[in-house]
């Protein structure tokens, strides 16, 4: 079982939280995340051991609504839903039978890719921002934080121009383990229903309850 959430979330709400920030970037990009009610995008994320050189990669596909909901459905190599709702996240591992529930309130007490999400972070004030300019047609964008943490020592994205979409992220923890997230068909999705943020376990399912 891998329990990766907080470094795998941090890349979303880069997104929608203060990229403008940055040296450079433009209004329109913040103009764009800014009209954001919710959207959902396919992801391909490689995770990299800087001790082995192995890297594993998952695929699957991202759900967004404000304020802070999410649904990171992962379809492999392992089948892996989490849930963040208002109040509780769950993290659902479905062929091992068992589901994970936190406080969505100690999730968001620590500097991770879910309180970024859920727009309690603020990029400015946790980061400095180098403007790095284009590579390969993308705007690149350094970020070190003020404070390191174990989990996060550097970050870097890489904005799509014309969309004012992010498109790619790596993150670095303080090992050198790399989380690297690509993201594809990106669709707006101002109407998504609230239950796509819920989670029931099934019958069955042996419950880790983290929250109390």
Do not use: C
Request: charged share 25%.
């Amino acid at each position: 079982m891998k329990i990766i959430f907080p470094s795998a979330l941090f890349l979303i709400l880069l997104v929608l939280v203060s990229v403008s920030h940055a040296a450079g970037i433009t209004s329109e990009i913040q103009k764009e995340y800014d009209s954001l009610k919710g959207f959902q995008v396919d992801f391909k994320q490689q995770l990299k051991n800087a001790a082995s050189g192995e890297i594993e990669t998952r695929e699957g596909r991202i759900w967004f609504k404000q304020p802070g909901l999410v649904r990171w459905q992962t379809d492999s190599p392992e089948n892996e839903l989490l849930v963040v709702g208002k109040d509780v996240v769950w993290d659902f591992f479905k062929d091992e039978d068992t589901a994970i529930k936190y406080a969505a309130s100690d999730i968001l007490s620590s500097k991770n890719m879910i309180k970024f999400i859920s727009g309690k972070a603020k990029l400015e004030e946790d980061f400095v921002i180098e403007d790095m300019g284009m590579e390969m047609g993308l705007r690149k964008l350094m970020l070190t934080p003020i404070e390191p943490e174990p989990s996060l020592v550097l970050a870097t994205i890489w904005v799509d121009q014309t969309t004012k979409l992010l498109r790619s992220i790596l993150l670095v923890d303080f090992y050198g383990n790399g989380n690297k997230l690509g993201l594809d068909n990106f669709v707006r999705k101002p109407d998504l229903p609230d239950n796509l943020f819920q989670f029931v376990p099934p019958e069955g399912v042996s419950v880790q309850d983290n929250s109390k």
